[in-house]
């Protein structure tokens, strides 16, 4: 069965350091995309990164960068300098390509970074 | 920036009672979604729409849930008997186009406890 592993519940990190949450899943599926969403604590889904199967190069997206390692089947999140701001719950969340109509997200459990001053 | 909307932010119900989630997409998308998230833990898929019709549900999703696009715009999420496990924050998403990588914008979401 399909399923995405976030195995920190929680993190600190100094401002301005650099901070990697970690992001596993398991699909048979060759095609798959993989996706980091930020939950600050107002509650709402703000979309941060792809990364798609087949994509030869990592995901980058200001100072956010996916660390994308197929056959370890990890997609790491990389936050460099980290901002107070950037505290929030991070989910890891996966598509497959069913043939369907509709592409459903499967989430993880989510890793609650905290940027301390 | 569109965005997407959802209607009510909060809603307070007495089990037993129906509700109905509100939610207008993005407005040139054309696949809708819902997820529900329970206090603490993951966020869920329940279903998605296209074409004005259910495209897939998850097994949460039962009888007692049904969703609706009822106009151009709004799309609903009605629970017609509330149990007290239906308490959660449900988010409403939609996307423009079916790609692999398209991504699913979020509504705020609506947070709904059953008394």
């Known amino acids: 069965a399909q399923k995405i592993t976030q195995t920190q519940p929680g993190m600190f990190v100094q401002e301005k350091e650099a901070v990697t949450l970690d992001c596993t899943y398991d699909t048979s599926d060759p095609s798959y995309g993989l996706f980091w969403y930020k939950q600050p604590s107002s509650g709402e889904m703000i979309f941060l990164i792809y990364q798609g199967s087949y994509d030869q190069q990592n995901a980058t997206e200001g100072r956010y960068s996916l660390n994308f390692q197929k056959a370890r089947k990890s997609a790491n999140l990389v936050i460099s300098a980290s901002q107070l701001g950037d505290s929030a719950m991070y989910f890891c969340?996966?598509?497959?390509?069913?043939?369907?109509?509709?592409?459903?997200?499967?989430f993880g459990t989510g890793t609650l970074l905290a940027v301390q001053p | 920036e569109p965005e997407v909307t959802q209607t009510p932010s909060h809603q307070v119900t007495q089990m037993g009672q129906e509700v109905i989630l509100r939610c207008v997409p993005i407005?040139?998308?054309?696949?809708f979604y819902w997820y529900r998230q329970i206090l603490g833990q993951k966020v869920e898929f329940l279903v998605s729409?296209?074409?004005?019709?259910?495209?897939?549900k998850s097994e949460i999703f039962d009888d007692q849930f049904s969703v609706e696009r009822p106009d151009g715009s709004n799309f609903t999420l009605k629970i017609r008997s509330t149990k007290l496990e239906d308490s959660a924050m449900y988010f409403c998403a939609s996307s423009g186009i079916r790609l692999l990588g398209e991504t699913q914008y979020f509504g705020p979401g609506t947070r709904l406890l059953v008394l």
């Open positions: 407005s040139n998308h054309l696949y």
């Open positions: 729409f296209y074409n004005n019709e259910i495209s897939e």
């Open positions: 969340a996966m598509t497959l390509n069913y043939g369907g109509a509709t592409n459903k997200l499967i």
